[in-house]
């Protein structure tokens, strides 16, 4: 197989040869048809997180065809579409995962990150969480949603039931939960860097009825705020555009140092919460709400070989919507 392979943090990744992987007990060998670049793949490469299982392979929007079956695994089926997420596996039994919270679990593997991901022609999975996309039938479109789409759903159910949603960085998550909010019914308000207009205007494309830049006041108290942005200063100007008993969502898994601000910003019942991880559950329920919602993600295409290029022009912010690979 061919793979992107970080060697070194802070590094652009190598290309490399190697031997096919074979799945074992419980796994699944799935060739890659495409694999998102999320900017949680920048996080990990500029060592934003620490520790990763170096040399390492990133990638966890991944879409592809089951072409191997491992021992025991009976599902997926050889020759099924599945998409393989962030969340690789978890332990089974530490207090979290009793509880239903696997995003949460003590003892978690994380694809791209200590486990080798989807920057590459084929990978290995657990295929108790590689997850069937039936009717899914363009790989580029899908690949998006195992994590910009799924993350922004788990940030949405915890941001509650509110009408006014604001979004914070409008990128490859905001522009499909834009499209989840407007078949809701709800309002969205999006918040990009100032002079951007190109995200403005794709913001106001996908239904949102205001967009403006993040230091801007929305027109209207916002029921709730998700951060995708993973720039900490953008918090508490999320709190004063929320109402009394509003909700701040920050929806990345790194965002730099909150600075201080006022308590009164904070009372009257506002909350400030994060999201981790994802469950197999959001990915039932997203998968199946997206038809259902018309959701189409905008896409940018790069062949695997250019996946240092790719990361280039996310961190840069050079395109709209998502960037994918393709083998």
């Not at 979004?167 to 989840?180: D, P, S, T």
């Not at 794709?202 to 209207?220: C, D, T």
Request: charged residues 20%.
């Amino acid at each position: 197989m061919r793979a992107m392979v970080l060697r070194a943090v802070g590094r652009p990744l190598v290309e490399e040869t190697r031997p096919d992987p074979v799945p074992g007990p419980g796994e699944i060998r799935v060739r890659v048809e495409a694999c998102g670049v999320c900017r949680t793949d920048l996080h990990v490469v500029d060592g934003d997180l620490t520790d990763p299982k170096l040399p390492i392979i990133p990638g966890h929007e991944i879409v592809g065809i089951v072409d191997a079956l491992g021992p025991g695994v009976t599902a997926p089926a050889l020759g099924a579409r599945v998409g393989v997420p962030w969340l690789a596996h978890t332990c089974g039994h530490c207090p979290y995962c009793r509880a239903g919270q696997e995003n949460l679990c003590d003892e978690p593997l994380f694809t791209g990150y200590t486990r080798n991901g989807g920057f590459a022609t084929h990978v290995v999975a657990d295929a108790q969480f590689a997850f069937p996309l039936v009717g899914f039938d363009d790989p580029v479109a899908a690949a998006p949603l195992m994590c910009a789409g799924l993350i922004g759903w788990r940030s949405l159910v915890i941001a509650g039931a509110g009408r006014r949603i604001g979004l914070y960085g409008f990128g490859a998550a905001a522009h499909i939960l834009v499209q989840v909010c407007r078949f809701q019914g709800r309002e969205v308000y999006a918040f990009t860097r100032a002079g951007d207009e190109a995200a403005q205007q794709m913001a106001r494309s996908l239904g949102a009825v205001w967009a403006g830049s993040s230091e801007e006041s929305p027109p209207e108290p916002l029921d709730a705020a998700i951060l995708f942005a993973p720039v900490g200063a953008l918090v508490p100007l999320a709190l004063r555009a929320v109402r009394k008993g509003g909700r701040v969502v920050c929806g990345g898994i790194y965002m730099s140092d909150i600075p201080g601000f006022p308590y009164e910003w904070l009372w009257e019942e506002r909350q400030l919460v994060s999201v981790a991880n994802l469950t197999r559950q959001d990915a039932v329920d997203f998968l199946a709400v997206a038809p259902r919602a018309g959701v189409r993600t905008t896409t940018t295409v790069y062949p695997l070989a250019r996946a240092n290029e790719a990361l280039a022009d996310l961190r840069a912010g050079r395109f709209q919507g998502a960037a994918v690979l393709v083998p």
